[in-house]
Every structure is written in C-alpha cells, then in structure tokens.
C-alpha cells in the first residue's frame, strides 16, 4: 500500500523551530525523489525542498535555502524537513510528496509527484 504520513507540524513563535517527518510506505525514500511543498491560503502551492538520497542531492527554494534542511533516514523510510528561523510567511499547510527518478526533481513543480500525503499545519505567529 503507497502511503506518505506527514507529522511535525504546529504553531511556533516567528525565529522559532520545527521538524516535519514524513514516513513513506510502498517507496523507499533512499531511491525515489521525496520533496515538501506548501500552499497557504489563496496563494498557490509550491516547492520547498527535495531530496534525492540515491544521488546525495538536496534541492531549496531560494526562500528557504539555509533555514530549511531536508534529509532522509533509509533506515526508518522517512524523510524530514528541519525548520529554522521560521517567518510569518512560512505558514501553510506543508505536503509530502514522492516521484520516481531524479528527473525533475529539483524543479519541485507538483505536476510530476504522483503520490502526495494528507499535509500538516505550520502556523508561525
């Protein structure tokens, strides 16, 4: 059964920090390509992050890069978003998200990510 179950999420105070997991079943997070996106109200969603963990490779959106960190532990086939220095503006409900292959992976566009999970709420205020 392919499923992705985000947790982590909550409210935080603006500098504040959070970790989301997202435990991955029917993928392996060690050779697929896993990402985080988000989407606040009335505005679109986006790419934040991915990771492909075959190649080492990490991929940021510019308004994340150096406060966010992704990372995938094989072992428990789950992958994390670390959270830093959180702003107002990184609320939004936050997905996982898993595709096959390193191609357009680090694009982060939604179209090519077949299997999404359910989101989790980050609320920085």
């Known amino acids: 059964q392919v499923q992705l179950v985000e947790s982590g999420g909550g409210t935080v105070q603006p500098g504040g920090s959070l970790k989301l997991s997202c435990a991955a079943s029917g993928w392996r997070v060690s050779t697929n390509c896993f990402a985080w996106f988000r989407q606040a109200p009335r505005k679109e969603r986006e790419g934040v992050a991915a990771?492909?963990?075959?190649?080492?490779?990490?991929y940021y959106a510019a308004s994340v890069k150096g406060r966010f960190t992704i990372s995938a532990d094989n072992g428990h086939n789950t992958m994390y978003l670390q959270m830093n220095s959180l702003k107002p503006e990184d609320t939004a409900m936050y997905y996982c998200?898993?595709?096959?292959?390193?191609?357009?992976?680090?694009?982060?566009?939604?179209?090519?990510?077949?299997?999404w999970g359910q989101g989790t709420q980050v609320t920085v205020s």
């Open positions: 998200a898993a595709k096959t292959g390193i191609g357009e992976c680090g694009a982060m566009v939604a179209r090519p990510f077949g299997d």
């Open positions: 990771i492909y963990a075959a190649f080492g490779s990490t």
